[in-house]
Each structure stands twice: as structure tokens, then as C-alpha cells.
């Protein structure tokens, strides 16, 4: 694959893998990497993006009592069955969230209730009060318009005491630490973060903060693909720039190796004179692949290190266009991070794809598959429109920034003509 240690030779004619096929060396490279993080108890305030290191059993049913669902009255449903048009009840009490009646309804009896009260003992059934005539200590209304069960949230709907809540491996989202809260947990036993060096290469790289100078570039993606490993809730590791020698890529590979669970670079996987990435991977570690048949990010490493105590540690080196490093991220890295951080299959694979019309033609040779930015318009009563960007160049960070979303065209894929259906991948789905 080389024509010498360091320097890969531009004659390289091994043949681009497809995506699936990249995917299917990925999950292996996990298979080898993947070990089981530390766990730590957490406040659950500070647990969203966290995953969860053991099943959550719930220790009460939730809702704890059978409740209304509604503003009304709460009466026995079976009186339905034999009243005539309208049903008379008297109204004995009242009920509240947080301070319930305690005493028992008879025949012809009916319970002022809010929402949450509970249930008095010989009630089932809420009628809402919109459709009651309220008089002193009586209500009416049509019971055509009301059936048995209606508006009782019953004990146990949610979760029964003993059953499981979260299953070992979930991604603490906003709505699973709600869940929690209503369990009556205050902590939440985590994995520990996924620790994940991010370094650079090149000459060219100026930091954000230097002065300009003539023929240097700042570098964007340390500070991407650091913030893309923070939203998923894991723990960068910034091992700044690393000039174009062999040397220096090799020492910083080595001190990524005691720090960190898996190291991501971007730059050097090309074969250009100066691109050592995969070379120094070879000689340190193992190189899986190296080129993909995809657009953008055909040159996209991934392997394994030696790490702290000769434990294989996964890493992906990612091209140096900004756009082409995000792409690769998020659709080999991303998935990689979530299943060595401990997530279960079902939450670290893609998101599901969605259908769209493009609202004009696409060119595209088959052989690769491509990812092409775009917007997403709702269309009410059809299915959306996606506006490609012009401009889909791997160099061009700002469609990426205006963009919602990534036209997936597929590997034989050739021109697509307007107003024509593609699937579309929506990138707030990714975070």
C-alpha cells in the first residue's frame, strides 16, 4: 500500500470500499476496542446525554393512583346503563391535586374533581365539566356524550412498581430523565464519559487567536468535530495541532494512546508527500482501510492503537476538508463513539432516513454514494422539498451551517431529475 515507510505511494489502486462495507469494518473495529467504562453516580440534573450503566427498575407505579384526567366530576360509569337521556348526580365533595376526598360515593352520587385528584373510592369515570350543567349541590349532562372509563388515568398506566423503567445502555435524553424524576430519583448511575482525543495535522494550521500569515489556514476542525463529541455527551480530549512530520504525529499518537479511549484526527490520510497519518497508524497500530467510495470524504483511515497497557484503541482519521471531516463524523464516527461509550445497538445506530422531492435535478455518477447539503422545506399535505446546495464543495463550511439536513444518494445512484424523491437524513437527528 506504501512506497516506503512514511510516504504512501500516488499509485495506490485499491479499490474504494463501499459504505455498508465500511460500516461492517467499523462495527469490528468496535467489537475490538470496546471495554466496560467506569461507573459514577450522578446528580440527575447533570445526566442528560449520559448513558445509563444499569437497568432502572421502577420502585412505584407511576401514576401511584387511579386519577382524573380532566377537570369535572368523577361518578360510577355503570350508572350510564340505565339512566335516561340526561344523568342527575348529586355532588357530595369536592377533589384536588394534592388533597383528595376521602370518602365513598354511593348510587346517584358524583365527586367535583380536578386534574390529578384521585379517584374517589366508587368512582371510574370523569364527565369534563364543559359538558355539565352545574345547580347548587347538583350537576346533569348528556350521558350519550360520555363512556364509562372516560378520563381515569389508572394506577400502574405508566410504569408498574417492579417493572423495568430504562434499560442498561439508554442515552439519557430530556424525556428519560423525566421518567426518573417521576420515579423519585435524585441520581442516576452513568457510565463515565467516553474520553476522545481530537488532534489536527498541518503545517498550514493557525489556531484561532494567531495573527494571519501567508499561505496558512485556521484550523476549523478541532473545534467541530470537538463540539460534535460534546453534544453526544462525551468528553473531548484537545491535543491541539500536530506538524506535518512523521516523528511529531507519531509521539502525539502515542500520548493519545495513554489519555484517551479512541483518538479521531483530521488531515494526512491523503497521498500527498506530507500525509502521515496512515503510515504512522500502520507502524503503531493496525490500518482496517483507508479510502471510501462516498462524497465527500474519500480519504477516511480507521484502525487501531496500540493504547495504555497494549489495549487496542480505536481511531479514525478523518479527511482535512471541513465539510468532508463533519460528513465522515457523522455518519462512521458518530455511531462508533455511541457503542464504545456503552450504548445499547438500538440507540447508536443512524437515524432513520426520511423522504423528500428535490426542487431541482442533481448530478451524480454511480460508484460512490453521496451526501449532499441542503434544506428541508415542509410542504403541508405533501411530502418536503429539499433545496441542494449550489455549492458542494468539501471546503465550504457555510452550506454546511445554513444546511438541516444531508440528500443520502446511494452508492449506484446516477442523475437525479426535479421533483424527484430521495432520502434525506436530518442532521438535528444526529446530536
Known amino acids: 500500500m506504501t512506497s516506503s515507510p512514511n510516504h504512501p505511494s500516488h499509485a495506490d489502486t485499491t479499490p474504494d470500499l463501499h459504505v455498508d462495507e465500511v460500516h461492517q469494518r467499523i462495527a469490528r473495529l468496535v467489537a475490538r476496542g470496546r471495554k466496560d467504562l467506569p461507573t459514577e453516580q450522578i446528580a440527575l440534573g447533570e445526566a442528560v446525554g449520559r448513558i445509563l450503566a444499569a437497568d432502572v427498575l421502577s420502585p412505584v407505579s407511576v401514576p401511584p393512583h387511579d386519577n382524573a384526567a380532566m377537570d369535572g366530576y368523577a361518578f360510577s360509569g355503570a350508572a350510564l346503563q340505565s339512566a335516561g337521556a340526561e344523568l342527575d348526580l348529586r355532588v357530595v365533595g369536592k377533589a384536588r391535586a394534592g388533597a383528595p376526598w376521602n370518602g365513598q360515593l354511593g348510587p346517584g352520587e358524583a365527586l367535583r374533581i380536578m386534574t390529578g385528584a384521585v379517584m374517589p373510592r366508587g368512582a371510574d369515570t370523569v364527565v369534563p365539566q364543559e359538558l355539565c350543567q352545574p345547580q347548587a349541590d347538583r350537576v346533569r349532562f348528556d350521558r350519550l356524550r360520555v363512556v364509562a372509563g372516560a378520563h381515569c388515568r389508572k394506577a400502574g398506566e405508566d410504569l408498574r412498581a417492579g ?51 501567508p499561505g496558512a489556514i485556521y ?51 491523503s497521498v500527498g508527500e506530507a500525509d502521515h497519518t496512515r503510515s504512522a497508524l500502520a507502524a503503531s497500530g493496525e490500518l482496517a482501510f483507508w479510502h471510501v467510495a462516498m462524497r465527500p470524504g474519500r480519504p477516511f483511515a ?30 462512521f464516527v458518530r455511531p462508533a463513539l455511541l457503542q464504545l461509550a456503552g450504548c445499547g445497538a438500538a440507540e447508536a445506530v443512524a437515524p432513520p432516513l426520511v423522504r423528500a422531492r428535490t426542487s431541482r435535478a442533481l448530478r451524480k455518477r454511480p460508484g460512490r454514494t453521496e451526501y449532499q447539503r441542503a434544506v428541508l422545506r415542509r410542504v403541508p399535505g405533501a411530502l418536503p422539498v429539499v433545496d441542494v446546495a449550489l455549492n458542494q464543495s468539501s471546503a465550504v463550511l457555510s452550506a454546511m451551517v445554513a444546511a438541516d439536513a444531508l440528500v443520502v444518494l446511494p452508492h449506484d445512484q446516477g442523475h437525479v431529475d426535479a421533483d424527484e424523491e430521495v432520502d434525506v437524513l436530518l442532521l438535528d437527528t444526529l446530536s
Open 302 to 331: 480507521a484502525g487501531v492503537l496500540t493504547g495504555d497497557a497494549g489495549a487496542p484503541l480505536p481511531f479514525f482519521g478523518l479527511p482535512g476538508n471541513p465539510v468532508a471531516a463533519m460528513v465522515s463524523f457523522l455518519v
Open 219 to 269: 484550523d476549523s476542525n478541532r473545534t467541530t468535530l470537538s463540539a460534535l463529541v460534546r453534544s453526544l455527551g462525551l468528553a473531548p480530549l484537545d491535543l491541539g495541532p500536530v506538524p506535518d512530520r512523521a516523528d511529531a504525529l507519531a509521539a502525539a499518537l502515542t500520548d493519545a494512546g495513554r489519555q484517551a479511549d479512541v483518538v479521531i484526527s483530521s488531515g494526512g490520510v
Open 163 to 213: 417493572g423495568l423503567a430504562l434499560a442498561a445502555g439508554t442515552r439519557l435524553a430530556p424525556a428519560a430523565l423525566g421518567l426518573l424524576a417521576s420515579l423519585g430519583q435524585a441520581e442516576v448511575n452513568v457510565r463515565r464519559r467516553l474520553r476522545v482525543a481530537v488532534l489536527s495535522t498541518g503545517d498550514e494550521l493557525l489556531q484561532p487567536g494567531e495573527p494571519p500569515r
